[in-house]
Every structure is written in structure tokens, then in C-alpha cells.
């Protein structure tokens, strides 16, 4: 492995991971510390936090993902920052990777990766997963979250981007229900962001979105060759554009009254 000077700070956001977060925390325990902000778990996630000798956890209120990660991003101490989801797995080939990129006094101020979906634990090939990536290193003095999105965060970057070799491993589906119901979440926190981004309801797209977002996974990105995962990770994306759109009615029909949007909200709006 090479010699690793550059420090690392890897940063974690939370809320009832105990099923992913151990595994997490193994996968990034070469960082030279790991911060994590949990919205008051209620399934012992904190506590095992807590009680993990080289994890500093801090507990915030949720607002949104961009809010959060923000909040987050300012508690690291090191320039360079390893942000990954408790759902995610940092491989040793990734994890030599990360060292040796830091350490080579690198072009770029920030890193895609590619991400291999798990469906349980089995690799899921296509529905759209194929391409996809995400910013997961940067360096903290060259970024911002954009404030416009608050769910799929996004990075305002000052300077040039690069993309890793190797993969994280992305296990995001445990199982029907638990993936439904973070799918819909992001849909919900999808029509907050179009009321915040002055979008209007319609009554064509709630109903052809969801059709073209099921047929894009399943047919145009391959889905169909994935079997019943593609078939039912199709379906659930669809619902998730469907919960979009009916949030987004709610929201300007209740417009006056300014619903707060709180975890409540979240998932059963």
C-alpha cells in the first residue's frame, strides 16, 4: 500500500442504518477520522456510534440531504473528503485508490466514482444502474452543496473533475418495502425541491412521467435483462416519479397553510 501522508476525513449521514453502518465504518477505517451526523436514529445507530472508538457522531435535526451534508461537510478538520452513504462499502482496491490519488498531488479537486448496485446480495447489471456515479472525494476547500437541490445532491466545484477506477459497492436494496419507501421519500423531497425551484404541478406529467420512467429503466436502459431485479426496480423508480408529482399537487393545493416538512412528512405525505 503507499505511504499515505495526506490526511483523510471521511463524513457519514445517518438515520436508522444499524442494518449497513458497521459495515461502512470497516470499509473507510483507514481515514485519519470518521465524522458522522445521525438524525436521531431510533434503531441503535447512535448508540453503536457512540460507542465506536474511532467515530465522532454528532445529532442534527433532518431538513433535507443538501442541508445535512453541508452541516456535515463543515464538521471535517482535513482539506480532503471521503463523503459516502452508510449504504455504501469502500473496497480495499477503492481504498488504495483513494490513498494513492490524495498523495500524488492531484489535478483535479474532485473524484466520481462508479457504484455496483446490490439488489440483496446479488450485482445488479442494468436498469440504469450501469452508468451510475457519483462524487464521493473532494477537497473541502474547493466545493459547495448547491442549495437548489436538496434530494440527489449536487456539487459546485471549483476546478476540475476526475473518476476513479474502481467501484463502491452499493447495497441500497435490503428489501421491497425498505427501498419503496426510500424511493418515495426521495420523490416526496423531489416535489419540495420543485415548489422551492417554482415548478408547477401537471396533470399530463403525473401521468406519462412515471409510464417513461419505467419504460427508460426496464426496456431503453436493459432492465429486462436483469430479471425480476430489474422488473422490480423499474416499477419502484416509476413510483417514485408518480409520489413526485402527487406531492407536488399536495403541496400547491395546501400552499396557503405551509406544510412542514418534517421525517413525519417525509414518509407518509
Not at 453502518?21 to 436521531?40: H, T
Not at 426521495?186 to 403525473?206: C, D, M, P, T
Not at 416499477?235 to 397553510?257: C, D, F, M, P, S
Request: proline share 2%; charged share 25%.
Amino acid at each position: 500500500m503507499p505511504y499515505k501522508k495526506e490526511k483523510i476525513s471521511a463524513l457519514i449521514i445517518t438515520y436508522n442504518e444499524i442494518d449497513n453502518i458497521s459495515r461502512c465504518i470497516n470499509g473507510i477505517s483507514f481515514a485519519d477520522e470518521i465524522i458522522v451526523v445521525d438524525s436521531f436514529s431510533t434503531d441503535g445507530t447512535f448508540e453503536y456510534l457512540k460507542n465506536h472508538s474511532k467515530v465522532k457522531v454528532i445529532q442534527h435535526p433532518f431538513e433535507n440531504y443538501t442541508a445535512q451534508k453541508s452541516l456535515t461537510l463543515k464538521q471535517a478538520n482535513n482539506d480532503w473528503v471521503l463523503f459516502i452513504d452508510a449504504d455504501e462499502v469502500v473496497t480495499t482496491p477503492l481504498k488504495e485508490e483513494i490513498i494513492t490519488v490524495v498523495n500524488s498531488s492531484p489535478i483535479h479537486s474532485a473524484y466520481w466514482f462508479r457504484r455496483t448496485f446490490m439488489f440483496k446480495n446479488r450485482k445488479v447489471n442494468f436498469s440504469g444502474c450501469q452508468t451510475d456515479k457519483n462524487y464521493r472525494l473532494f477537497r473541502k476547500s474547493r466545493v459547495a452543496f448547491n442549495t437548489n437541490k436538496i434530494v440527489h445532491e449536487t456539487l459546485n466545484i471549483n476546478g476540475s473533475s476526475g473518476i476513479l477506477n474502481h467501484k463502491l459497492i452499493h447495497y441500497s436494496y435490503k428489501n421491497y418495502e425498505n427501498f419503496k419507501n426510500k424511493i418515495l421519500k426521495y420523490g416526496r423531497l423531489k416535489a419540495v425541491e420543485s415548489i422551492n425551484n417554482q415548478k408547477s404541478f401537471s396533470y399530463i406529467l403525473l401521468f406519462l412521467k412515471p409510464i417513461w420512467k419505467f419504460f427508460n429503466n426496464y426496456i431503453l436502459r436493459l432492465g429486462i435483462l436483469d430479471g425480476k431485479k430489474g422488473l422490480i426496480l423499474s416499477y419502484i423508480h416509476a413510483l417514485g416519479v408518480k409520489e413526485h408529482y402527487k406531492t407536488l399537487h399536495y403541496l400547491e393545493l395546501n400552499a396557503k397553510n405551509k406544510p412542514v416538512i418534517t421525517e413525519t412528512f417525509l414518509k407518509s405525505a
